[in-house]
C-alpha cells in the first residue's frame, strides 16, 4: 500500500520541481542509487518498468526505501496497462507514470487514490487526462520545446506539465522550460547516466543530483 497520498506526491512534485528517474536490474546497485539520490535532497524517484522480473526488484527497492529512506516517494514508470499498474501498486508504488494515456490505468489508480501521470503528446490528450483526474501531465515524447508548454498555458493556465525527454540538467535549459510554465521535470539518463551506474560512481551522482535540485530550486524562485 502506498505511503503517501496522490495529493502529497502532487505537492512533492510542484515542490521539488525534478523527478529522476531509472531502470537497473540489480537491486544492490538500485539500492545504491536510491541512497545517493536521497543524501542529495531527492525525495521522489521513479523506477521504470524496463525489464524482466523489475517488479521483484521494485519490491525490495520500495522495502529498503521504507526502512532507509524515510519520507522517499518511489514510484514506478513505463507502465503500459491496468493489471501491471495493480501489481506494482499490491508492491507499494506512490505513483504510476506511463508513457501514453492509457485510461485503464487511470481507473485503476484512481480506485486507490494514487498518482497517475500518463504521456501525452497532444492537446486532446492531455484534456482526456485531465477528465481522468491526472493533475499533472507527462509531456512525452523529448520532440516537443518550451514554446508548446506556453502556448499551451495560454488557453488552458490550469494544466500542470511534466515534460520528459529532450531537456538537459542544465541551467539554460531548465530556465527555458520552467519560464515556459512547466510544474516539474522528469530526468532519466541525462542526470542518472548509464556511466554513473556501470561505474557504481555513486559519490559523482549524489553531487550531481544535489546541484540539479539546488539549480532547480533557485531557477523556480528567481
Given at each position: ?6 495529493i ?36 521522489l ?19 529498503y ?36 494515456l492509457r ?28 477528465e ?7 509531456l ?31 541551467e ?10 512547466v ?30 535540485l ?7 524562485t528567481?
Amino acid at each position: 500500500m502506498a505511503v503517501f497520498t496522490r495529493i502529497q506526491v502532487y505537492q512533492k512534485l510542484a515542490e521539488q520541481g525534478l523527478l529522476p528517474l531509472f531502470y537497473h536490474p540489480d537491486l544492490e546497485v538500485c539500492k545504491a542509487m536510491a541512497a545517493a539520490c536521497y543524501r542529495a535532497g531527492s525525495r521522489l524517484l521513479e523506477f521504470t518498468n524496463r525489464g524482466d522480473f523489475a517488479h521483484e526488484v521494485f519490491g525490495e527497492l520500495n522495502k529498503y526505501a521504507l526502512r532507509e529512506l524515510p519520507g522517499m516517494a518511489l514510484g514506478v514508470g513505463s507502465i503500459a496497462d491496468a493489471g501491471t499498474a495493480a501489481l506494482f501498486i499490491q508492491l507499494g508504488a506512490n505513483f504510476i507514470v506511463s508513457p501514453v494515456l492509457r485510461e485503464d490505468v487511470a481507473l485503476t489508480c484512481n480506485r486507490r487514490k494514487l498518482a497517475y501521470l500518463p504521456g501525452c503528446g497532444t492537446l486532446t490528450e492531455i484534456g482526456r487526462a485531465e477528465e481522468l483526474g491526472c493533475e499533472i501531465i507527462k509531456l512525452y515524447p523529448g520532440i516537443y520545446s518550451p514554446q508548446f508548454v506556453k502556448d499551451l498555458k495560454g488557453p488552458q493556465p490550469w494544466t500542470s506539465i511534466m515534460p520528459t525527454g529532450g531537456i538537459s540538467a542544465t541551467e539554460e535549459s531548465l530556465t527555458a522550460w520552467f519560464a515556459a510554465g512547466v510544474t516539474c521535470v522528469g530526468l532519466g539518463p541525462q542526470l542518472i547516466s548509464k556511466e554513473v551506474l556501470e561505474q557504481k560512481d555513486f559519490a559523482t551522482l549524489e553531487k550531481r543530483v544535489g546541484e540539479t535540485l539546488a539549480m532547480v530550486q533557485k531557477i523556480k524562485t528567481a
